[in-house]
């Protein structure tokens, strides 16, 4: 028999064919709404130092000479009746607005977070004062108990903060608390106390890592809340005003003239609102879209 004939497989070879299964990895890779969304905060951000860098306006500069000028060349998005820049002030103002909201939202997350933890491993009376107090924070709406607060504290930055704060507490608190109390009861976590695992030691290895999922989809969704209210608070006079730039102030000096025509002073700092929103409400979607293919 000839050898010559013989056929033999050819080594070191792979199909270059993808597969069902790759094919559905590389979808699951691929996070438009993730992606989109931190293309917009992104772009925000660095619009924020860079074009009121290069504009020849300055951000808190009026020129009364060109006041309520049209969108133009000179001013893209026209001027209000003072003659700031609106194009300026309206990509300046996320420097203000997106640092109050993160360090408000961020600060009661982290006492939100605490105080939830702490509560899901309190027995008795101390847990249902905590539940209590929360239901009774959660049974006022937002806008007027940060109004209130702001009204009393004043209206500088830190009481806004700290205002933005105390309205997103009871929401972070009965989030992790419910995700801690349904992780406790799952085998792996009663086999690591078998094992003689410290409670500290059991919340830092196996219970916070599986519980802090819903709190950071939750943080997404709380900063396009936060900005809302945070233009809410100065639109209603009580929060950031003018001249700094912020968006909620822009739209209370520009709302007296939409009615004469001149619809640029407030929709211009509307639309930069609305899409620094948008934004955040895309990565807190694509945020649970990757965690539900990670699962």
Known sequence: ???????????????????????RDDRHLFNPALIAGSLIIAGLVIGAYIIPAISPYGAEQPNVRDALQGP??????????????????????????????????????????IIGVAASY?????????LRIADVVQ??????????????????ATNVIWAL??????IFLRLIRSRVLTIREQRYIEAAIALGNSTPRLL???VLP????????????????AIILLAGLAFLGVGIQVP??????????????????????AVFPGLILAVAVFGFNLISEGVERAREVNR
């Open 122 to 130: 309190t027995r008795g009376l101390a847990g249902e004062i905590v």
């Open 204 to 206: 830092r290895k196996h």
């Open 210 to 225: 599986n519980a802090l999922g819903p709190v950071i989809v939750q943080l997404g969704i709380s900063m396009g809340y």
């Open 1 to 23: 028999m000839s050898t010559s004939s013989a056929r033999f497989p050819k080594l070191g070879r792979r199909s270059t064919r993808s597969t069902p299964d790759s094919q």
């Open 139 to 156: 049974s006022f709406p937002v806008l007027i108990l940060a109004l209130a607060l702001v009204a009393l504290a004043g209206n500088k």
């Open 244 to 265: 700094t730039p912020e968006w909620g102030s822009m739209i209370l000096i520009g709302r007296s003239n939409i009615t004469t025509g001149q619809w640029w002073t």
């Open 165 to 170: 704060a105390f309205v997103n507490v009871p």
């Open 72 to 113: 133009s060349f000179s001013h893209l998005f026209g001027t209000d009746q003072t003659g700031f820049d609106i194009f300026t002030r309206s990509f300046y103002a996320p420097r203000i607005d997106l640092s109050i909201a993160a360090a408000g939202v961020g600060l009661g997350a982290l006492i939100g977070v």
